[in-house]
């Protein structure tokens, strides 16, 4: 049953406002637009009519001008279910974007607007990667913005002079953000790191996985009786169903991380309190849900300040992956269909390497438990209670507010003379 209503735009000195009749009452709200912009301000009419026709409620902030503020709480709404990434667009959101741009009209927004804002962000110390990607997120905002017609043409059609190029804040901080040999047997061995902890540095540090596959990789998709090696499928990013690149990998089980994964698998139940089944996650958190990032981040920090090894990021386990393995003597190419996409190339698309071969460029790698590093959880009462006091500390990312604020004034009752009637 669709609502009944009639709707209307009006001039009220040099501004437009609209007034609606939505089951009996009358609302009264100002659209934001100049006289001389009758034909947007029918368009929002036309958009508030197929809403309410469409049974969907219309909130009162639903009737003023769409703001950058407006649009990016629902765009980001839609964004967190559709890319694994949308916590980083609703920080840039959040930090750099609409406090500087949230009054503004979508439509108003203009390039100098976003120039001005990038260099702002330089003048404030913020990292040239750091810039690109905010620009990033203000590149896909408006993109999405233009394909809903809320926009003429998208602002973001800044050059290199105005965003910069990519680079670090430190130019010689990459280079050393690679763990060593040792660091990595330390981490994965050393008593002083919790059990669950020592698993997942293992994981990371042995299959070049990122955070995101490693974080939603389940029982089933390990097949440990597979040979010459194991074999894990990399089917998802988190919960998301894909990995960033869309593509599945089959990543073979090096043989120190068979070791882990056995003594890990008899080690859950006394973890989380059952037997995992073939949905359940490899590695949940201290809680038993997905790990997130930012909480990987801060265990990792702990545990190499509590082994006394400098700081390193999680992403930085894939990079040692692949440089310690190429320095063993891995074969570039066939290590490269273990931690990345398939080729695009056609000819390389017509080429199959056989799984042996992949199992024999892993094998390479040089990475050994040490001694006593064997994963024992007797009971459930003994497990990883440090853990758990420090997940009490563990803070979830905050996301944008759900519900843009509505602003509730008087309705108005006088009559004004109609630019447009829809009913």
Avoid at 208 to 232: N, S, T, V
Wanted: charged share 30%.
């Amino acid at each position: 049953m669709t609502t009944q209503w009639r709707g209307s735009v009006y001039r009220r000195r040099r501004k437009l406002w609209i007034r609606v009749k939505i089951g009996g009452k009358w609302v009264d709200r100002p659209t934001g637009l100049d006289v001389g912009q009758e034909e947007k301000a029918c368009a929002l009419l036309r958009r508030v009519r197929d809403k309410v026709t469409a049974g969907e409620a219309l909130g009162d902030a639903e009737l003023g001008p769409m703001t950058v503020r407006r649009y990016a709480a629902t765009w980001i709404k839609r964004r967190r279910l559709t890319v694994s990434s949308w916590r980083s667009d609703d920080a840039h959101l959040r930090v750099h974007i609409v406090p500087k741009l949230g009054g503004m009209r979508l439509d108003e927004v203009r390039p100098r607007h976003l120039a001005d804002l990038l260099e702002q962000m330089r003048q404030d110390g913020a990292a040239p990667r750091s810039v690109r990607n905010v620009y990033s997120t203000i590149r896909s905002l408006f993109r999405d913005a233009a394909f809903a017609d809320l926009v003429q043409a998208t602002p973001c059609i800044l050059t290199r002079q105005h965003i910069g190029r990519i680079r670090d804040r430190d130019p010689e901080w990459r280079l050393a953000a690679v763990f060593a040999r040792a660091e990595v047997e330390t981490l994965i061995s050393d008593e002083r790191v919790p059990p669950v902890r020592r698993f997942v540095w293992a994981l990371l540090a042995l299959t070049g996985m990122r955070h995101g596959e490693m974080a939603g990789l389940r029982w089933r998709h390990l097949d440990l009786e597979a040979r010459p090696l194991g074999r894990i499928v990399v089917a998802t990013s988190y919960d998301t169903g894909r990995t960033k690149t869309g593509a599945e990998r089959r990543v073979p089980v090096h043989p120190t991380l068979a070791a882990v994964l056995a003594e890990w698998r008899l080690a859950w139940p006394g973890i989380y309190g059952r037997q995992p089944g073939p949905d359940d996650l490899v590695a949940p958190s201290e809680r038993g849900r997905m790990r997130h990032k930012s909480n990987t981040l801060r265990f990792l920090a702990l545990d190499l300040a509590a082994l006394g090894l400098r700081p390193r990021r999680v992403h930085d386990f894939r990079r040692t992956f692949i440089s310690l393995a190429r320095e063993d003597g891995a074969e570039r190419d066939v290590l490269k269909l273990v931690t990345h996409a398939p080729p695009s190339d056609v000819f390389d698309l017509y080429t199959s390497v056989p799984w042996e071969r992949r199992c024999a460029e892993v094998t390479k790698l040089r990475i050994e438990r040490r001694k006593s590093a064997k994963i024992q959880v007797l009971h459930p009462e003994s497990c990883c209670t440090d853990l758990l006091h420090a997940a009490e500390g563990a803070r979830e990312i905050a996301g944008m507010d759900d519900e843009a604020p509505g602003n509730r004034t008087q309705n108005h009752r006088l009559k004004r003379p109609m630019l447009c009637q829809l009913s």
